[in-house]
């Protein structure tokens, strides 16, 4: 295949590349943009020089924006925001400003209505789900506190999501094929995705394990230890670099950082996983203010998230867990499914098995909510041959679909009301 139709390949991957993508894509846009255009001219919460850290739900934007985040778990995202900043600044004339905000929050915006558009891909090309339950799995997706909170934050989660559904969806292609993962998409995808976060990584190995007639064949076998091992020196290489080969400091930070974000016990343990990990992730609960500063004086308003209080977020968490792994169930043969849920199991591992960041782990969903929508799209697969079931499944998803939508929009008027009494 020559270089202009691999080009025109990718293009077509990752954007819109017909008229009912098209129209998502504007949908969302506009929908996420109208919001992010009025918090970026009017108030200082997307970006605030004097903020280091944790405006609001510990997200670093200022940290991100201006160093790429703390090496240890950013290895290489320092150089990919130097590009974002860049950009922020020729457009803003040098300066911190609205136009500023607005750069970034439109990247944002971009970025995340381009994941929606990779689940509809999926949706539509892998699982062949028909246009209308396509339509209400990713709408249901759209508004899930992640991706709001994403779509007008610069951080690494929301590119972090981007590049993990585009990889998902690329690699559910060459299977569909029967073809193996390139070398090249293998080396590049293990740059970005581990270079922004570097447990991500492994996300990225998963499917080699599933390619057809791997343990079958040395020669398959060896090819595929090749393109890992390549994938892992590029990656190695550049991390060494970034850090000036001083990788006695890798160790050193990552147990302060481990231990600083993993000893946290105000919150019982199921509850953090429940209304934080799961749930904050998809349903926002009710929030809380607390004082900060930022070292120099200046003390500011900080928003975070706080455990369910009513039984009702419970349910619906329970509800949406039982229906994903239900489909992990009925689709345990299907090695697509396999990738997506073993990729959602390292975070399991991570934050809530090791602990590390799960009194805060609300801020981690881009790493691992796409699982939801694909997993239910899945779930509607396997009854395609029972209506009836299909039907149920398609009345209970609306249902739902309508309390997170009431339930996201009154939070979000909070996190309005928030920002526009500390933040103008």
Known sequence: MSFKSKFLNFFKIVFPSSWAEFGLFVLFILAYGIFGTYLAQHYRIIFDARIPWDGYFSFD??????????????????????WIRELAFYISGGKTGSNFRLTL????????????????????????LPLGLNILIVAFFSIFSTNILLSFTPETYTYTLFLLVLFNYYTAIKFKKDQKIAGSALVLAGITVGGLTVTNIVKVFIPIAFEKGLFKSWKKFGNAVFRVSLTCVAFIALYLYRIDFKYSNILSKSGEQYEKFSNVKSTPTWDMIYSYFFGGSILFPSFFIREKHNMKGFYYKALFMDVYTSIVPYIFIGLLLILIFWSYFRNFKNKLAQIVMLSMFVDILIHCVLRFGLHTSYIYGGHFVFAFPIMLGWLFFSYRNSPKMVSLLTVLLAIMFTFLL???YVRMWEFYDFVNQYYR
Request: proline share 2%; net charge positive.
């Open 406 to 408: 009431f339930n996201n």
């Open 105 to 128: 929050a439109w990247l944002s915006n971009i970025t995340i209505s381009l994941s929606l558009i990779q689940i509809f891909k999926y949706l539509k090309n892998i699982i062949q």
């Open 61 to 82: 934007n200022k940290a991100i924006v201006m160093s790429g985040g703390s090496f240890e778990r950013h290895p290489l995202s320092y150089y990919f925001f130097n």
